[in-house]
């Protein structure tokens, strides 16, 4: 995991509440992508950023909001977190000068609980 | 649309005997197959690839997957299991609507008992 920083690793957070996790990376890598591991469904895409200010929408982005102001900073914000986004959510780098063809680096998750 | 199957939840396997986690894909065209692994409380970190080439391919911690076009299938294997090797598997398929993104199957819990 090195060279990718999330943070917090751990939340537990209120139902309504706005919710923002950082995802910090040193590789200077163009792409970026948060993922939801929830049991029995793998991981699923909620955003990915192919460059500063360049976004786009997973297959489970509702809910979800990204920003990325700096190559090296991709913010994932619950703008109302619910119970159902309850789940361990990583970020993943893809260095694209190797073709892309090498995969991807994680994170090591943040483990965020809505009560 | 593009998918990975991973029909089995779980695997049990003797420590010293060979392992087989399996993995079925569906693409329209030319198949960019991944398996990754996750210890418990980590990332997932990147295993192996198939791209194009040989059948054969080999990664790290002695892994290898086996690429059948006929069967659609990318088994990951490993001729002699280690206890170490617990722990959960995906594979994951290049998306083909957007090579920026990948897919992953819901993963293969392998046990390895001593």
């Known amino acids: 995991d090195a060279g990718i920083t999330q943070s917090p690793r751990h939340k537990v957070t209120e139902t309504g509440t706005p919710v923002t996790l950082r995802c910090h990376q040193t590789?200077?890598?163009?792409?970026m992508y948060w993922y939801r591991q929830d049991p029995g469904h793998g991981l699923r895409l909620i955003h990915y950023s192919y460059g500063v200010k360049d976004t786009d929408k997973g297959e489970v982005s509702d809910g979800y909001s990204v920003s990325r102001s700096k190559t090296e900073d991709f913010l994932l914000t619950l703008e109302s977190a619910t119970s159902s986004q309850t789940s361990v959510y990583f970020c993943?780098?893809?260095?694209?000068?190797?073709?892309?063809?090498?995969?991807?680096?994680f994170g090591s998750g943040t483990r965020l609980t809505v009560v | 649309a593009q998918s990975v199957a991973q029909p089995e939840d779980q695997v049990n396997v003797a420590e010293g005997n060979p392992l087989t986690v399996k993995c079925t894909y569906s693409v329209s065209g030319n198949p960019y197959l991944f398996w990754y692994v996750q210890y418990p409380n980590r990332g997932l970190q990147f295993l192996l690839k198939y791209i194009t080439g040989d059948n054969l391919v080999k990664g790290s911690y002695g892994f290898e997957a086996e690429f059948n076009k006929s069967q659609t299938s990318f088994h990951l294997k490993k001729p002699s299991a280690l206890v170490s090797d617990s722990a959960l598997y995906f594979c994951?398929?290049?998306?083909?609507?957007?090579?920026?993104?990948?897919?992953f199957g819901s993963g293969t819990r392998l046990s390895i008992r001593p």
């Open positions: 590789e200077n890598h163009r792409y």
């Open positions: 994951a398929v290049r998306d083909d609507s957007s090579a920026s993104k990948i897919i």
């Open positions: 993943a780098t893809r260095d694209e000068g190797q073709g892309g063809h090498y995969g991807y680096t």
